[in-house]
């Protein structure tokens, strides 16, 4: 691969490089939807943070279609999905230490997700 | 014993990546003038002044906010701003209901197009545990007191999305051009760590 | 990877430090450091998923006590001896090297 020229610095920086991918894949989760994040602990590169595995949250924006960073970290593909704005109430993250009114919002591939069923009730 | 000492001994890490930069131009596989215009361009021409403009041209225009919440990316670049570490832009509107703050817990993700090369305590490991945890004490660390019935979004920056706040305009800046409003928007109040400046006070004045 | 690097919710580091007027380098060698991991990325020898893993697949002793243009050009360091473009005994013989011909030019 040919290294970078400075006649081609400002082009490569003002397009960047983005993930997104151009595949019309139906989304697993919608808006509004409950979900549940999977308790995953692989040894390789991960996006799910410790503080957010087995969390009840609320998806609240379907961002589309990108690369999946656990399986092209590794080299194993691209393995193009959903990603997700997901909202978890601090309490539902810290417990009783988690005060009222404050929330973080975790942006989680649909492999980090499982749905959550009609009957359980949604994150505090 | 005395003698010419121009050239001080170079730290361990300042000989490691001399040594490893002579070898990688040695070996073809960077061009020397390609990192002084990488340096350059996040140096003098990438910065918060960038992300000013998008949000006092927000504060101004009614349309192009809307165009901003709808589709920050195609808005953003409308003022020519693109490119690495901002390729899927977000921008999250803070109101009299809602103070959102942006966070990588993972890493630094951070909006380069916008704000440029983000600051050190944004890297470190204080402001990445404490930020999803504690928002409030970190907000009175940098001076900020919300509202108790403010609700407060801590955005964590795990993909590509890249996020920028959308401080609420002051009050008393009515009268002010756009060019003047874009000197109240600081670097912190699009990360959401601060509040933009008052009218009449400067970034000197900010404690 | 349950790393260091995973730091969302963990107690005990202290406050934030704010430097006032915050240069954007505390270093020429950070300056390059940026410098070549951008242009090395850009070859597309590695992803910017690769990248991160190489930073934050260390003792966590080792990704805490780094400064963080350190953990670049560690990772940079990983990622180009995986690959077998430069080796760690190249950097130590180029460094002799340098710091050689330091002291002979003093």
Redesign the interface.
């Known amino acids: 691969?040919?290294?970078?020229?400075?006649d081609?610095?400002?082009a490569?920086?003002?397009?960047?490089?983005?993930?997104?991918v151009a595949l019309d894949i139906p989304p697993r989760f919608r808006s509004g939807q409950a979900v549940l994040t999977k308790n995953i602990?692989?040894?390789?590169?991960?996006?799910?943070?410790?503080?957010?595995r087995g969390r009840k949250g609320l998806v609240l924006?379907d961002?589309g279609v990108?690369?999946f960073?656990?399986s092209?970290?590794a080299?194993t593909g691209d393995c193009p999905q959903h990603?997700y704005?997901v909202?978890f109430s601090?309490a539902e993250?810290?417990g009783p230490?988690?005060?009222p009114?404050?929330?973080?919002?975790?942006?989680?591939?649909e492999d980090y997700l499982l749905p959550v069923g009609a009957g359980a009730t949604s994150a505090k | 014993m005395s003698g010419q000492h121009d050239d001080p001994p170079l730290s361990e890490l300042d000989l490691r990546v001399r040594a490893l930069e002579s070898l990688l131009v040695e070996k073809g596989l960077v061009d020397p003038a390609a990192l002084d215009l990488l340096i350059d361009t996040y140096e003098t021409k990438v910065g918060p002044k960038n992300g000013a403009k998008v949000v006092a041209k927000a504060w101004c225009d009614p349309a192009y906010r809307t165009r901003l919440l709808a589709d920050a990316g195609a808005a953003i670049a409308e003022l020519g701003f693109t490119g690495r570490q901002g390729e899927d832009m977000v921008v999250l509107e803070n109101t009299d209901e809602v103070h959102n703050m942006v966070v990588c817990t993972l890493c630094s993700c951070y909006p380069w197009p916008v704000l440029g090369l983000p600051p050190v305590w944004y890297k470190s490991a204080p402001y990445r545990a404490r930020a999803v945890s504690d928002p409030r004490g970190v907000l009175a660390e940098f001076g900020v007191a919300l509202p108790a019935d403010r609700e407060i979004r801590v955005w964590d920056s795990t993909a590509e999305v890249r996020y920028l706040v959308l401080p609420q305009r002051p009050a008393g800046s009515e009268d002010l051009s756009e060019a003047d409003l874009a000197e109240l928007v600081t670097r912190d109040s699009m990360i959401g760590v601060g509040l933009p400046l008052n009218p009449g006070k400067t970034a000197a004045d900010a404690s | 990877m349950n790393g260091g690097h995973d730091l969302g919710g963990m107690h005990g580091l202290g406050p934030i430090e704010i430097e006032a007027d915050e240069p954007l380098f505390h270093a020429p060698w950070e300056r390059r450091v940026f410098a070549l991991t951008l242009a090395m990325g850009a070859r597309g020898e590695w992803n910017i998923d690769m990248s991160r893993h190489a930073r934050e697949n260390r003792d966590p002793v080792d990704y805490l006590s780094s400064s963080y243009y350190e953990i670049w050009l560690k990772g940079l360091e990983v990622l180009l001896q995986e690959r077998g473009l430069v080796t760690p005994e190249e950097i130590a013989a180029r460094m002799a090297a340098l710091a050689t011909d330091r002291e002979a030019a003093v």
Do not use: C, K
């Open positions: 691969m040919p290294l970078l020229r400075a081609q610095v400002e490569v920086l003002s397009r960047g490089h983005s993930t997104r602990n692989p040894q390789g590169h991960t996006r799910l943070p410790r503080y957010a924006r961002h990108f690369v960073p656990d092209s970290a080299g990603l704005a909202r601090a993250l810290w230490e988690g005060e009114g404050q929330y973080v919002i975790v942006d989680l591939f």
